[in-house]
């Protein structure tokens, strides 16, 4: 039986017809047929806010920042400083300075593991992980494992692909010197009950970043009510520029930590003899950083909170939940991920056909999902499958979509299985 389509005044009313006219890469056809965009996890569009404040900047307001008396240079200061303050506002930090501008999730990750863990482990250390995490909040405390003789051990998942419990608590203990978990996974769509793991990782002294690339994109994040010392995320991810994310930290950590990154703007002053390191957050941004980019997080952060984080999760909870009955309509199918809760990733595969496979039959219909192991390999490990198929949905995805998305699938079973 086919599921029926909430109707409008069940989809708390988010008018996603007007929110799509935001989008201009939304209006194209690829292959001859209207694109549905169903690939949000890798990379989200773009709406016309943030593609506009990058132009502005650089038609009006672009020179280097916190080194100009002159005008544009103020300006592109206040931008760029007025963005930090944006994020820290949209995340709920308590203080600027906790907002460090990265390229990315996976530099946030990096910064962490140079400059907090690595001064800090030695033989005989734990830093503690799940098995569901991207290879961004794995191989860099490998790497640091490798450099200080820590030993990095993993938190098990189980069958629906949720994190156990039991099993944290037997792993985590004295050695622990940090937890490192995604708040939602990538590969699978778990949404990381992370308040009950801070909560013991917090009676044992142990401090906890939280890789967030997929949890800030599709709902309130508040990294003070969270409790977590470190929180990253991408920009991309959540309709801004490529190029640029964000690590908060908490104050009393960042002080103590030093600089992983030297040259311009992160110094006070500098001899042969001795350097000495700019405050927070600079001390942690060296060189020329990505003005524009900040420029462009901080339009889609107003953006989307003119939204609204809540309606956004909320219609995108019915996006998926709509979702997972019509493709478990589709014979042969086996969704990969079934925690209870869960975010708009639907991982899944198609009996006797290739995910690369349906990948390619999807694009020829307009249909763009992602195919492969979603730079989360010990997950596809642990489900014992080489791939995945993958839709990742955002706010501005359509009902009719997923049914566009169906229907792709039934012919790529029609033609290939
Ligand atoms: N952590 C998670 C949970 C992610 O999903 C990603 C990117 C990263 C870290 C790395 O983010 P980056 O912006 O630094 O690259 N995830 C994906 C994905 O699922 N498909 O392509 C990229």
């Not at 019915?318 to 086996?334: D, H, W």
């Amino acid at each position: 039986m086919s599921a029926a389509q909430p109707t409008m005044t069940s989809t708390t009313a988010l008018d996603v017809a007007s929110i799509r006219r935001d989008f201009p890469i939304l209006e194209q056809r690829i292959n001859g047929k209207p694109l549905v965009y169903l690939d949000n996890a890798a990379s989200s569009q773009r709406p016309r806010a943030v593609i506009d404040a990058i132009r502005s900047y650089y038609e009006t307001d672009h020179a280097n920042v916190h080194r100009g008396v002159h005008t544009l240079s103020q300006r592109a200061t206040d931008a760029y400083e007025g963005a930090r303050d944006i994020v820290r506002n949209f995340i709920n930090a308590g203080d600027t300075r906790e907002i460090i501008f990265v390229r990315g999730t996976t530099e946030a990750i990096n910064l962490v593991a140079q400059s907090y863990a690595r001064p800090r482990l030695g033989p005989g250390d734990e830093i503690l992980i799940s098995a569901l995490e991207h290879h961004a909040n794995i191989v860099p405390w490998q790497l640091v494992c490798e450099h200080t003789g820590a030993a990095l051990k993993v938190i098990p998942i189980d069958r629906h692909g949720e994190i156990q419990y039991e099993a944290f608590e037997r792993l985590i203990g004295p050695r622990t010197k940090l937890l490192a978990l995604a708040h939602v996974s990538n590969a699978l769509g778990t949404i990381v009950p992370v308040d009950k793991f801070i909560a013991r990782a917090r009676e044992l002294g142990v401090p906890v970043l939280l890789d967030g690339a997929q949890a800030v994109p599709h709902g309130p994040v508040d990294v003070r009510a969270l409790d977590c010392d470190f929180y990253c995320f991408s920009a991309h991810k959540m309709c801004g520029p490529t190029g640029i994310g964000v690590l908060y930290g908490r104050r009393e950590l960042l002080e103590e930590m030093p600089p992983w990154q030297g040259g311009g703007d992160m110094i006070l002053t500098v001899s042969f003899e001795k350097t000495t390191y700019n405050q927070l957050p600079w001390k942690f941004e060296a060189g020329t950083p990505h003005i524009s980019g900040a420029v462009g997080l901080a339009a889609a952060i107003r953006y989307l909170q003119s939204i609204g984080m809540e309606r956004i999760a909320r219609y995108e909870r019915e996006l998926l939940a709509y979702a997972t009955e019509r493709l478990q309509e589709v014979p042969g199918l086996k969704i990969i991920g079934t925690a209870a809760q869960k975010a708009a990733v639907i991982s899944f595969t198609l009996e006797g056909i290739h995910p690369h496979d349906i990948g390619t039959i999807l694009d020829t219909e307009g249909v763009a999902i992602r195919t492969g192991h979603h730079c989360a390999m010990p997950v596809m490990d642990f489900f014992q499958v080489p791939a995945t198929a993958r839709a990742s949905l955002a706010f501005y995805n359509t009902f009719e979509e997923i049914d566009r998305l169906i229907a792709a699938l039934e012919r790529a079973r029609s033609l290939l299985s």
